[in-house]
């Protein structure tokens, strides 16, 4: 985006009526340097057009670093996000690609979805409907430390539980997590640890 209102306006009206569920405008320093209110236009159009309109400025004096553009990246995906009706037996995955057949999953994944869960996966290359359809999870399970802002928003947005798998090291301290998820869901894990 380099401050042209006109064609940003044009473009995403474009967009929106070829079908886009979601667009992300994505910003350089530009925009601001010219005085151009990207945040404004967002907030103008979106009741013109059906597609969720967010924006992340990745301009190099307020982004300067690959986790801060990470995280803000995500933190555009949660505006995006609307509420709704829990699904019980969906889980969202915060830190693990939908591409990484070649990684096993965690143990405690394997045990979430050999009881009947959904794992949701959510991290870069995750399909925007995952993003979008988030809202729905029965909880966030952050695999990484890099999707805590996103689940830390969720949390406020959604009322969604979050849990971190990344924090804890301790023999006691997971037991503790195992027991607080087996709690939140309603099942129990047996001998499985």
């Not at 037996?89 to 045990?111: F, M, Q, T, W, Y």
């Not at 991290?123 to 996103?150: C, E, G, I, R, T």
């Not at 301290?173 to 027991?179: F, K, Q, S």
Request: hydrophobic share 50%; aromatic share 8%.
């Amino acid at each position: 985006v380099f401050g042209c209102r006109r064609g940003l306006v044009e473009a995403v009206r474009a967009m929106d009526a070829a079908g886009a569920k979601a667009i992300m405008l994505i910003l350089t320093c530009v925009p601001e340097v010219i005085g151009e209110d990207v945040e404004g236009i967002v907030h103008e159009i979106q009741p013109e057009v059906a597609a969720r309109l967010s924006f992340v400025q990745l301009g190099h004096f307020k982004c300067n670093s690959y986790p801060s553009g990470f995280w803000k990246t995500l933190t555009a995906f949660g505006a995006m996000m609307e509420p709704a009706e829990t699904r019980a037996k969906v889980i969202n995955v915060l830190g693990r690609s939908p591409e990484e057949d070649h990684i096993p999953l965690p143990a405690v994944l394997d045990a979430l979805s050999k009881r009947g869960f959904t794992l949701r996966m959510l991290a870069p290359k995750s399909d925007m409907d995952d993003f979008l359809a988030a809202p729905d999870a029965a909880l966030n399970l952050v695999l990484s430390p890099y999707m805590n802002p996103l689940a830390e928003q969720m949390r406020r947005a959604f009322k969604m539980p979050c849990l971190s798998l990344h924090e804890v090291y301790s023999v006691a301290g997971i037991d503790a997590l195992l027991n607080e998820l087996a709690e939140r869901l309603g099942i129990t894990w047996g001998d499985a640890f």
